[in-house]
């Protein structure tokens, strides 16, 4: 965690001297942030100006850096796992991706895009669900709303104090409880147990959470305004020249590709093993969605694989009332 702390104060250090940046919360809310926009891919942050160009990042290791600035409750964010999870099997060697978040609800204190309680957000969140193709359950906004997504957030940042690997499982494992599970993942409880699945120490974990955690989503929330994040996911790929290219949105997977050959255009594509036992071994958990990306096939047939898996006892099988997610045996 020495060399990551090092990274961390030296991008502050670059993008935050004279910013004059003011806290999010003493901004006015404009936009409602749970009201997010299919086509444009994108949940907006309240009150944040549009910026054309962004601060390099260097990279580290790898030709490419990536800077993913996300949040547990965006819900575009969920939409492009798919393609997310390609990215990594595919460029892998090439990229390097840092997870950053952004501070999607601080709370409720505003209404504007016809949103001003929990409740207003059930319907939509059913109908982007539809528009990505992955399944969202909005009710938990009508059974057990969350009053902010600054929690699962922190608890992020806990985790990835902990084992950056195991944090990427924890966000997997919070975003599954809260789109499809219906559990309101700003409660100490869920996350605890998500910390437990993943195997993190939750001593540790809840240590964290109360001090080290609380500065390092502080600083997430400050590099996104310095950087000109106005929504989420934003991606910022770099390359050792100090260029960069921006995706801002859910796009189509050939959008994340084309950043990475703009910079790095020896950038080689690996091939991976799409047999079903290889890519569950992989993530072991996938949609339909996810499903069809990472093997290439047809929609159509790629749930009807899984379903068939599944009769066959292979998989298990979740449904909620807008898509199903699986998971091997």
Same mark, same amino acid.
């Given at each position: 965690?020495? &060399?990551?702390? %090092?990274?961390?104060?030296a991008?502050l250090? =670059?993008l935050?001297s004279g *910013?004059?940046c003011?806290? !999010?919360?003493?901004?006015?809310?404009?936009?409602n942030p749970l009201l997010? &926009?299919?086509e %444009?891919?994108?949940?907006?942050?309240?009150? =944040?100006?549009?910026?054309? *160009?962004?601060?390099?990042? !260097?990279?580290?290791?790898?030709p490419?850096?990536?800077?993913y600035?996300?949040d547990?409750i965006?819900?575009s964010?969920?939409g492009?796992?798919?393609?997310l999870?390609?990215?990594?099997l595919?460029?892998?060697q090439?990229?390097?991706?840092?997870?950053?978040m952004?501070?999607?609800?601080?709370?409720?204190?505003?209404?504007?895009?016809?949103?001003s309680k929990?409740?207003?957000v059930a319907?939509?969140?059913?109908?982007?669900?539809?528009?990505y193709?992955?399944?969202i359950?909005?009710?938990v906004?009508l059974e057990?709303?969350?009053?902010?997504?600054?929690?699962?957030?922190?608890a992020?940042?806990?985790?990835?104090?902990?084992?950056?690997?195991?944090?990427l499982?924890?966000?997997r494992?919070?975003?599954?409880?809260?789109?499809?599970?219906?559990?309101?993942?700003a409660k100490?409880?869920?996350?605890?147990?998500a910390?437990?699945k993943?195997?993190l120490d939750?001593t540790?974990f809840k240590?964290?959470f109360?001090?080290?955690?609380?500065?390092l989503?502080?600083?997430d929330?400050?590099?996104?305004?310095?950087?000109?994040?106005r929504?989420?996911?934003?991606?910022?790929f770099?390359?050792?020249?100090?260029?960069n290219?921006?995706?801002?949105?859910?796009?189509?997977?050939?959008d994340?590709?084309?950043a990475?050959?703009?910079?790095h255009p020896?950038?080689?594509?690996?091939?991976?093993?799409?047999?079903?036992?290889?890519?569950?071994a992989?993530?072991?958990?996938l949609?339909?969605r996810e499903?069809?990306?990472?093997?290439q096939?047809?929609r159509?047939n790629?749930?009807k694989t899984?379903?068939?898996?599944?009769?066959?006892?292979?998989?298990?099988?979740?449904?909620?009332?807008?898509?199903?997610?699986?998971?091997?045996?």
């Amino acid at each position: 965690m020495a &060399n990551s702390a %090092k990274t961390t104060a030296a991008l502050l250090l =670059t993008l935050l001297s004279g *910013s004059g940046c003011q806290s !999010q919360n003493n901004k006015p809310m404009e936009n409602n942030p749970l009201l997010c &926009n299919p086509e %444009k891919g994108l949940c907006e942050i309240p009150g =944040t100006p549009t910026q054309n *160009s962004t601060t390099a990042v !260097q990279a580290v290791e790898k030709p490419i850096k990536v800077v993913y600035f996300t949040d547990p409750i965006c819900s575009s964010c969920w939409g492009i796992e798919p393609q997310l999870r390609k990215l990594k099997l595919e460029y892998g060697q090439s990229i390097d991706i840092e997870y950053r978040m952004g501070g999607l609800l601080p709370d409720w204190s505003y209404n504007s895009g016809g949103i001003s309680k929990p409740s207003d957000v059930a319907h939509h969140w059913d109908e982007v669900s539809a528009y990505y193709d992955m399944p969202i359950d909005g009710d938990v906004w009508l059974e057990d709303p969350l009053d902010s997504s600054y929690p699962p957030s922190i608890a992020f940042k806990a985790a990835q104090l902990q084992d950056q690997q195991k944090a990427l499982l924890f966000l997997r494992e919070i975003r599954e409880m809260v789109f499809l599970q219906k559990k309101n993942i700003a409660k100490r409880d869920n996350l605890a147990l998500a910390a437990r699945k993943v195997g993190l120490d939750i001593t540790q974990f809840k240590t964290d959470f109360e001090g080290r955690a609380k500065l390092l989503f502080e600083e997430d929330l400050k590099l996104g305004r310095a950087m000109g994040v106005r929504g989420f996911p934003t991606m910022i790929f770099s390359n050792t020249d100090g260029k960069n290219a921006t995706v801002y949105g859910s796009k189509p997977y050939g959008d994340y590709e084309q950043a990475i050959k703009s910079l790095h255009p020896l950038a080689a594509k690996a091939t991976y093993d799409q047999n079903w036992q290889a890519v569950f071994a992989k993530y072991t958990t996938l949609t339909a969605r996810e499903f069809a990306e990472l093997t290439q096939t047809p929609r159509a047939n790629a749930e009807k694989t899984l379903n068939e898996l599944t009769a066959n006892g292979a998989l298990e099988k979740q449904t909620t009332k807008n898509g199903s997610i699986w998971k091997r045996r």
